[in-house]
């Protein structure tokens, strides 16, 4: 599929996957405050970044499906085209919903597209190179690379900001997303250059070909959790840490304001806070592939689950900015070393032909599972409080460990190397 050899196909994924990842941590220590600036509620906050996750739901399984049948580096170049629209957008939204509204649509789209081609392009030159590769340790060094990638991007979003205020701009929190859109260009041309993939031309006749597919591909894909409960209760983990998720990524730059006083001066702080924690989370990355050995994945997944909760009730109840700032680091750092175990337990479950299908399932549930803890837990910080919406949050991760614990009780070897039975998926 891609003649490189493993090392090679190592070090482009890896590259890659810093690239997709720097603009995104550019953004994260401005997103939240950068609409609170131009008038919006955390509720209203909440509502529109929840199209992204609804348009993921609707669009997930078919751009998958798209991914596996007509070329993952082909989807992932019209998916980075689809980013660069969405932040235009968003950045001309000022105080509307609907523009904001389509601009988090786009993003959706962007997110449906890419999530999952990359992995599946990776794993699958890795396993042509080496049928025996060691993918957690492969996706392990992602999430390091993930956690570096979206640290850099924080810690340059403060300087960003300040620069912008020194040009006189009337909107600093806005130059973050114009670099944002000059790194993912360099992403597009990274991608194009390095991910190596045999496909036949795309022609008109080969589109036709490849569209036929995605119906099957998506019946069979989700024929596969219908058939096994293993897969099932992997994939529900999401529902639970996608809700979850919301908390930490909506809710701290809303806290350090409230200790600040301001918009900018939380701004300033969380971009080095965000830098620490993506640090945190590769560290993470790093350290967990031995302790989930030690003890199992789905067991190190469910002790995960549960430190990553209590971590988030620290968000909510401790006083001061450092306070705040160490739970939100820790809230990282376990969430870096989740990312690992879940994947590797996922890939180990499903064949080439479908990963990237089944990759948007899983992708799609935590997604919407996002969208709906956004909603949520925006209106009860709106109508009760922050601290109240964050610790919902918490006990929502918390329950995540359950369907870890019932799915090891269903593997059928030893709970590290989950077996594949053979099901007719499509029936």
């Known amino acids: 599929m891609t003649g490189l050899d493993t090392r090679t196909v190592n070090r482009r994924f890896l590259i890659l996957r810093g690239l997709r990842w720097l603009p995104t941590g550019l953004l994260i220590p401005v997103f939240v405050l950068f609409f609170m600036e131009r008038g919006f509620t955390l509720g209203e906050i909440g509502l529109i970044t929840a199209v992204q996750g609804f348009t993921v739901f609707f669009f997930e399984l078919p751009t998958g499906g798209l991914a596996d049948a007509l070329g993952r580096r082909r989807v992932l170049l019209g998916a980075t085209l689809a980013e660069l629209v969405a932040m235009g957008v968003l950045v001309i ?147 639970f840490w996608g809700f979850g998720m919301a908390t930490f990524e909506m809710f701290p730059p809303v806290r350090l304001e409230a200790f600040t006083g301001s918009a900018e001066q939380a701004g300033a702080i969380m971009g080095p806070a965000a830098a620490a924690a993506w640090g945190a989370s590769a560290l993470g990355a790093a350290l967990v592939t031995r302790f989930s050995r030690r003890i199992g994945p789905y067991r190190a997944g469910a002790i995960l689950r549960v430190i990553q909760g209590v971590a988030v009730v620290g968000i909510g109840l401790f006083a001061g900015v450092a306070g705040v700032l160490v739970a939100y680091i820790t809230s990282y750092l376990i969430h870096g070393a989740s990312n690992p175990v879940h994947l590797a337990l996922l890939h180990r479950q499903v064949e080439s032909k479908h990963r990237t299908t089944f990759l948007s ?63 007719n998926y499509a029936s």
């Open 93 to 239: 939204a000022y105080d509307s919903m609907w523009v904001a509204g389509l601009g988090f649509f786009l993003q959706g789209i962007y997110r449906a597209l890419e999530s999952g081609p990359l992995d599946s392009w990776y794993v699958d030159a890795l396993h042509e190179t080496d049928p025996n590769a060691d993918i957690e340790k492969g996706m392990g060094n992602s999430g390091v690379v993930i956690g570096l990638s979206l640290a850099a991007g924080s810690l340059l979003s403060s300087p960003v900001v300040v620069l912008a205020g020194s040009m006189g701009l009337p909107e600093p929190l806005v130059l973050p997303i114009f670099v944002a859109m000059g790194l993912r260009l360099v992403e597009f041309a990274a991608m194009y250059l390095l991910m190596t993939e045999v496909r036949p031309p795309l022609g008109l006749g080969e589109i036709k070909r490849s569209l036929a597919e995605v119906p099957q591909l998506i019946k069979t894909s989700v024929g596969m959790v219908r058939a096994s409960a293993l897969l099932a209760l992997l994939v529900s983990v999401e529902l």
């Open 361 to 423: 399932i899983n992708s799609m549930v935590g997604m919407t599972a996002g969208s709906l803890g956004g909603i949520a837990l925006g209106a009860m910080a709106d109508a009760i409080s922050v601290s109240v919406a964050i610790y919902l949050g918490a006990a929502v991760l918390i329950l995540g460990a359950i369907p870890y614990l019932v799915a090891r009780r269903k593997d059928p070897l030893t709970f590290d190397q989950p077996a594949r039975k053979e099901v």
